[in-house]
């Protein structure tokens, strides 16, 4: 009989020391988790607390409450948007049919409305209102009234 107590007894702590270092373990955990969701003292102390005071019921509790996503995953989901917007607001359109085209095409290819026109000299895609080509130097046209140095 005194050994069945004995057993009881190293089962008892045993199981003790395991309901103890899982708690330990939960408020590690929360701790860490925590950080990587908010940058605010107040929720990580209030989650800390939470986890710590009430072991089991405040681990499930955390789970729900606790911010959805990271800061790394908030931060990357920011970037991808920004990317987005950077992508949309430099896509261009034609101005006839409002069609979305590249920034090296030379005619619209739903409507064929010419976009840009070639240098004569170098054939590199330039603006219309470009009077001289950025890549060879060529000019193109000279405004009115002005007379092209480069033509006498």
């Known amino acids: 009989m005194e050994s069945i107590g004995r057993v009881l007894t190293y089962g008892i702590a045993l199981l003790g020391a395991f309901a103890a270092s899982l708690w330990l373990a939960s408020i590690v955990w929360c701790y860490h988790d925590i950080r990587a969701r908010t940058l605010d003292i107040y929720v990580r102390l209030f989650a800390l607390l939470l986890v710590t005071l ?3 019921l405040g681990v499930a509790l955390y789970m729900v409450l606790r911010p959805r996503e990271t800061l790394d995953e908030a931060y990357e989901r920011s970037l991808g948007e920004e990317a987005l917007l950077r992508e949309i607001e430099q896509a261009e359109y034609c101005p006839t049919c409002g069609h979305r085209s590249h920034n090296d095409y030379l005619l619209c290819p739903n409507c ?32 009115s009234g002005e007379i092209d140095v480069h033509e006498h």
């Open 54 to 56: 009430l072991p089991l």
């Open 112 to 143: 064929q409305t010419q976009l840009r026109t070639t240098c004569p000299k170098c054939d590199r895609v330039n603006e219309f209102h470009w009077p001289v080509c950025p890549y060879c130097g060529n000019r193109h046209h000279a405004p």
